[in-house]
């Protein structure tokens, strides 16, 4: 490969997609690294907000927030928001 190509390669790859994708998502790395509730903690609590989004147990429903805030309280409101910012500005 000569120099000229390697040049040509460097040029068609900034001025590509690519380039400019890894410069946006650059954060995103280290922020998924830090982030161990991701993995372990988020997962158990969509399961739990599905569940009580769909349970039938011949009672009436409350309202929906009623229902999602104290799994969302249990696991700390402003952890939750500042995680989720933290990603959102990562991504």
């Known amino acids: 490969m000569s120099a000229k190509g390697l040049s040509i390669y460097k040029e068609k790859i900034e001025n590509s997609f690519v380039i400019k994708d890894l410069r946006t998502f650059k954060q995103w790395p280290a ?4 982030w161990d ?3 372990e903690d988020y997962p158990k ?3 739990e907000v599905f569940e009580a989004l769909f349970i039938v147990d011949g009672h009436p429903q409350k309202h929906l ?3 999602i805030m104290p799994i969302i309280r249990q696991r700390g409101f402003l952890k939750l928001f500042r995680e989720i910012r933290g990603a959102l500005k990562s991504l």
Do not use: L, Q, V
Not at 31 to 34: A, Q
């Open 45 to 47: 609590m969509a399961a």
């Open 37 to 39: 509730s991701m993995f």
């Open 65 to 67: 927030k009623d229902r």
């Open 31 to 34: 922020t998924m690294e830090k």
